[in-house]
T-cell receptor, first 113, second 116 residues
Framework: GQNIDQPTEMTATEGAIVQINCTYQ??????LFWYQQHAGEAPTFLSY????GLEEKGRFSSFLSRSKGYSYLLLKELQMKDSASYLC??????????????FGRGTSLIVHP | DTGVSQDPRHKITKRGQNVTFRCDPI?????LYWYRQTLGQGPEFLTY????????KSRLLSDRFSAERPKGSFSTLEIQRTEQGDSAMYLC??????????????FGAGSRLTVL
């Protein structure tokens, strides 16, 4: 089974940096995703980590520590349009042997001027 | 390709009725997933297909729920004898395996179900 924990809500100021943490417990880890979801829209892919370390992609970076069961998403130079829910998802082995992304409840980020 | 398509976008039904949702994945994607999402929660996994084979099904899934992908292309999700607790957004996603091992999911816009 899986247990994925992330903060429910965070607020930050335009232009600032924010770090969204995700901790997880799984029986068969095989990668971690971050998705962004604006209100009323479908989730869209941001990043994927399978090895320890930092992956950087423009204003967004994602870090993974497999031994600690920990990841974070770092957003730099925040813009108003970054206000959204950020979903941490862990690939874990299902009962049929396939790896399935399992999502946390998401962190609602509010960026204010 | 226009991405993952879902139909209908909205469905209002009375308790006890059956409903069916359709998902058309991205054409070259062989993997298809169904998730359910309620307000303030992340997507909850329902079932997974690789081509036409249903390889995973959530243990939390009631036997009122059934899904098919008969030719390995589009998929349908049917809910029989709907209950008010079934009210949610039903999301379909598709993916294909890349060399790094990541199956990046591309989601459809979802089908919102309201059970009265």
């Amino acid at each position: 089974g899986q247990n994925i924990d992330q903060p429910t809500e965070m607020t930050a100021t335009e232009g600032a940096i924010v770090q969204i943490n995700c901790t997880y417990q799984t029986s068969g880890f095989n990668g971690l995703f971050w998705y962004q979801q604006h209100a009323g829209e479908a989730p869209t892919f941001l990043s994927y980590n399978v090895l320890d370390g930092l992956e950087e992609k423009g204003r967004f970076s994602s870090f993974l520590s497999r031994s600690k069961g920990y990841s974070y998403l770092l957003l730099k130079e925040l813009q108003m349009k970054d206000s959204a829910s950020y979903l941490c998802a862990v690939r874990d082995k299902g009962s049929g042997g396939s790896y399935i992304p399992t999502f946390g409840r998401g962190t609602s980020l509010i960026v204010h001027p | 390709d226009t991405g993952v398509s879902q139909d209908p976008r909205h469905k209002i039904t009375k308790r006890g009725q059956n409903v069916t949702f359709r998902c058309d994945p991205i054409s070259e994607h062989n993997r298809l997933y169904w998730y359910r999402q309620t307000l303030g929660q992340g997507p909850e996994f329902l079932t997974y297909f690789q081509n036409e084979a249903q390889l995973e099904k959530s243990r939390l899934l009631s036997d009122r729920f059934s899904a098919e992908r008969p030719k390995g292309s589009f998929s349908t999700l049917e809910i029989q004898r709907t209950e008010q607790g079934d009210s949610a957004m039903y999301l379909c996603a598709s993916s294909f395996r890349v060399h790094s091992g990541a199956n990046v999911l591309t989601f459809g816009a979802g089908s919102r179900l309201t059970v009265l």
